[in-house]
């Protein structure tokens, strides 16, 4: 073996290592962009109630049936809703907080469970019938489970648990109430009819309904 071939493999030898290195480099960037990533997800999509899970809306009558699957999207439901709509929320499906906001409505938006024909009028409901109801939570942080814009009105829930999902403590798991001092904001015409609202073992709440 010559000098010469000695020398060129003596140059080749650190280029090698610096490749390794740099590769090396480039996947643990990779990893770390990827663990951010995740992060960011979990951590931030709480604050946000979406879904892929589409809505299914049928028309029937002057009215609409907005059925909203597990994991759907029900603030979205909420607002494409007009007078005298049902909003039909899966049996035994979880659903995260939503707002009632103020519509130029003229009859009831009535969000219920789809297993409503278990809910007869007039008869109370108790504890036990929890699984065939849908559940609308808390995820803590402040927040109510339902809370109404200013002059929000017309709206009914039949067959809903209303929870706490964390061991923050809860104000108002249901807050039909403004921050404003006018009488024209005060949300009216609200109705919870044949429902399940209670506290948790994982927290406490100082109110049911404000």
Do not use: C
Request: glycine letters at 8%; charged letters at 20%.
């Amino acid at each position: 073996m010559s000098a010469n071939q000695v020398n060129v493999r003596r140059k080749e030898t650190p280029k090698s290592n610096w490749s390794k290195l740099h590769l090396a480099a480039i996947f643990a960037v990779v990893i770390l962009l990827g663990a951010i990533a995740t992060f960011a997800v979990v951590s931030f999509s709480g604050g946000f109630n979406y879904s892929n899970a589409p809505l299914e809306i049928v028309a029937e009558g002057n009215r609409q049936i907005i059925r909203v699957p597990a994991g759907g999207n029900l603030q979205e439901a909420v607002i494409r809703a007009k007078s005298g709509d049902i909003i039909e929320l899966a049996s035994g499906a979880t659903y995260n907080e939503i707002t009632l906001p103020k519509k130029d409505l003229t009859d009831f938006i009535t969000i219920q469970s789809s297993n409503i024909k278990q809910f007869p009028e007039n008869v109370r409901v108790s504890p036990k019938q929890s699984k065939l109801m849908a559940k609308i939570i808390t995820r803590g942080g402040g927040k109510s489970a339902v809370s109404t814009e200013s002059g929000a009105h017309h709206y009914r829930f039949v067959g809903i648990e209303f929870a706490s999902a964390t061991a923050d403590y809860t104000y108002n798991l249901i807050n039909f109430g403004t921050e404003s001092d006018r009488l024209t904001d005060v949300p009216r015409d609200l109705e919870i009819d044949r429902s399940y609202i209670h506290s948790t073992d994982k927290g406490k709440t100082r109110r049911g309904l404000a």
